[in-house]
């Protein structure tokens, strides 16, 4: 799902001496969906749209916006490796910029906070990072007896050379209490990609690598950010870095933080600019 939105913006002040005051740049935002979800501001079953009215205010400030189906989405879950699946943010970066982006934030809830994470961490090209609610936590998910079975099978699967067979796998929604159960349909090497601790979906250890401002808004009412005080304490520090706490659900984190996001990409945008 993409959506452009532009707005024309009349030049305020006064250069000085003739000098021409410095643009700001066009940014374009890639914003990504949860574990087993779809696109953000996409209605679904329940009638909910999670992230709508973030995606809404960003639009309001005159940022374009590109939401895309990831890989792990209720469609598509674990069809690509985790690594794999930045093909997918780097598809959106390219129409951001085919669209009039000249820099790039990258973004999302959940998963896709996580991912917005990591691929910063790996990846130059973009000037900060939205973090919402980032929850997918393979350490946890490898502590779960049936979890921690199918990794160990999953890995065998890939020794005898059988990584790339698609099998049924458990898999659990560790953002809220008690972890929802469901299963995947994924080759070994996608399972073990995104639930071994020691694998590039486990993001803790790519916290301390990224070297661009980012924003982590975490919800009062969210397990799984017990713990993200700290790990946000992870990140570089950096004068742009914010850490935002709302009265939120997981799934109501963006949405309760759009005002303070907005903020913050105005702020990035001026320190661009200057």
């Given at each position: 799902m993409f959506v452009i939105v532009r707005i024309l913006l009349a030049a305020a002040g006064l250069a000085?001496?003739?000098?021409?005051?410095?643009?700001?740049?066009?940014?374009?935002?890639?914003?990504?969906?949860?574990?087993?979800?779809?696109?953000?501001?996409?209605?679904?079953?329940?009638?909910r749209a999670t992230g709508g009215a973030l995606v809404d205010a960003l639009h309001q400030a005159g940022y374009i916006v590109d939401t895309p189906e990831m890989?792990?989405?209720?469609?598509?879950?674990?069809?690509?490796?985790?690594?794999?699946c930045f093909a997918d943010l780097d598809a959106a970066i390219a129409r951001l910029k085919a669209h009039g982006a000249t820099a790039i934030v990258v973004g999302g809830q959940s998963m896709g906070g996580n991912t917005a994470l990591g691929y910063a961490a790996t990846h130059a090209g973009v000037i900060g990072v939205i973090a919402c609610a980032p929850a997918h936590d393979a350490a946890t998910l490898g502590r779960i007896p049936v979890i921690a079975a199918a990794l160990r099978g999953a890995k065998a699967a890939i020794g005898a050379g059988h990584g790339d067979d698609v099998q049924t796998f458990p898999d659990r929604d560790n953002a809220r209490p008690g972890g929802p159960a469901f299963t995947v349909q994924a080759s070994a090497?996608?399972?073990?990609?995104?639930?071994?601790?020691?694998?590039?979906?486990?993001?803790?250890?790519?916290?301390?690598?990224?070297?661009?401002?980012?924003?982590?808004?975490?919800?009062?009412?969210?397990?799984?950010?017990?713990?993200?005080?700290?790990?946000f304490a992870r990140i570089p520090a950096n004068p742009l870095n914010r850490y935002v706490s709302v009265q939120a659900t997981h799934l109501e984190t963006p949405d309760a933080g759009a005002g303070a996001i907005v903020d913050w990409l105005n702020a990035l945008s001026g320190a661009q600019k200057s």
């Open positions: 000085f001496a003739g000098v021409p005051a410095a643009a700001a740049p066009t940014i374009g935002i890639v914003l990504m969906h949860g574990i087993n979800g779809i696109p953000f501001g996409t209605t679904g079953p329940t009638g890989c792990w989405s209720h469609r598509r879950i674990y069809d690509e490796a985790f690594t794999d090497k996608a399972y073990v990609s995104f639930i071994d601790p020691g694998g590039p979906a486990n993001i803790r250890g790519d916290l301390g690598r990224i070297r661009v401002p980012v924003v982590w808004v975490a919800g009062t009412q969210d397990p799984s950010q017990r713990t993200s005080a700290d790990e």
